[in-house]
C-alpha cells in the first residue's frame, strides 16, 4: 500500500510537471501576437465635461474701454434758459457669451465656432462717479433719465468702432487658440459667426 501511495504521489507531480510545462510553451510559443506593445495616442479626446466647463465660464471679456462723456441739455424758457451739464464715466466690455460657443473636434485639429463679439452688459456707467458740473432751473426725474440715455448713446457711439470690435475679436482669437493648444490640439481653426 506505500507503495501505491509513492507511486500516486510521483505520478500527480509528474502530471502537474507536465501541465506547467504545457501552460509555459502556451504562453512563450502558442500566443506570439499577444505582445505587450507600448506608443502615444496621437488622438485627443475632448469630454462633454471639458466642453462644457469651457461654456460655464459664461461671459468672456477680450476688450475694456474706460469712457467719460460731457453731456449738456438746455430747456428754453422766457425770461432764461435752463442748463443741466454732467460728466458720465463708464466702462464698456466687448466679449461674447460662451454658452453660444460651439467646439468641433477632429482628432489633432478642432474647429472653434464663436458668436460674434459684442457688448456685455448695458449698464456699463457707473452713476456713483456722475458728476454735475452745471445745473440751473429745476429738472424733473424724466429729464435726468433723458440725459442718461443720451450719454448711454455718446458711449457706445464712441466706443463700439470697428476698431475696437477687431481688437476684441483679434483678442478671442489668439486667447481661444493658447487655450485649444495647452488642451494639446496642433491645427486650430477659429471662425466668428456673421
Known sequence: MRNWTTNMQSAVRILILVVI?????????????????????????????????????????FLSISDEE????????????????????????????MKQARLTPQGDSILVTLPKVGLLSEDFIDEARTKAFYESGKWTPSDLEALYQKARRQMKAHSLTPQNLQSAEDNADAQFRQLMKAMGYNNIIVRFEN
Open 21 to 61: 510545462i504545457i501552460v509555459l510553451w502556451w504562453l512563450l510559443f502558442a500566443e506570439k501576437d499577444n505582445r505587450l506593445k507600448l506608443g502615444v495616442d496621437d488622438n485627443i479626446n475632448v469630454t462633454p465635461e471639458q466642453i462644457q466647463s469651457i461654456r460655464n465660464i459664461g461671459e468672456w471679456e
Open 70 to 97: 460731457l453731456v449738456d441739455t438746455v430747456r428754453k424758457g422766457l425770461f432764461r434758459n435752463d442748463e443741466l451739464v454732467r460728466i458720465y464715466y463708464g466702462t464698456l466690455r466687448l466679449g461674447i457669451d
